[in-house]
């Protein structure tokens, strides 16, 4: 069966708007998977970098990040990163069909940008709270979005 990867199970042409999402998932999938091999291969140079790039952003004004004593939260990182892997490449081979998979990315870099600012405003005062926010999961989260946006629309044209 020679079918694209973007071409729906229905049978039907995808707009240029769900070719574009489709697009954007196999990238996601992508980086995200060679953020979880870097914070399995070196998690402690992901907090170093993190840490001085806040601290470059913002005169050195803020607290670093602490590093963990275990790798107890590496191992929840490591999983969310193989889950959302997943669900972007998955999404990507069938955007129609596999459209909640989409969903699962956005729900889960929105929760993280708002733990990520809720850590900020109410705890310790790292400005790696902000740049994760800001310039990491924030910008995925309303990237995706603005794709979904697109790709929604184009159907109901």
């Not at 005062?125 to 990237?143: E, H, K, N, Q, T």
């Amino acid at each position: 069966m020679d079918k694209k990867i973007s071409e729906p199970a229905t049978g039907d042409l995808l707009t240029r708007e769900e070719k574009q999402l489709a697009g954007l998932m196999r990238l996601w999938s992508v980086l995200f998977g060679l953020m979880g091999l870097f914070f399995i291969i070196s998690p402690q140079i992901f907090t170093e970098f993190l840490n001085r790039f806040s601290h470059l952003l913002s005169g050195g004004n803020y607290i670093s990040l602490p590093y963990p004593a275990e790798r107890f939260w590496y191992s929840l990182t490591v999983s969310l990163m193989a889950t959302i892997t997943y669900l972007s490449f998955v999404a990507s081979r069938d955007i129609r069909r596999n459209f909640h998979c989409v969903i699962a990315v956005l729900i889960c870099k929105f929760t993280s940008t708002l733990f990520f600012l809720l850590s900020f405003a109410t705890g310790l005062r790292s400005a790696g709270y902000l740049v994760s926010a800001l310039l990491s999961d924030g910008p995925i989260f309303l990237i995706t979005l603005v794709f979904v946006v697109r790709a929604i629309r184009s159907r109901v044209k």
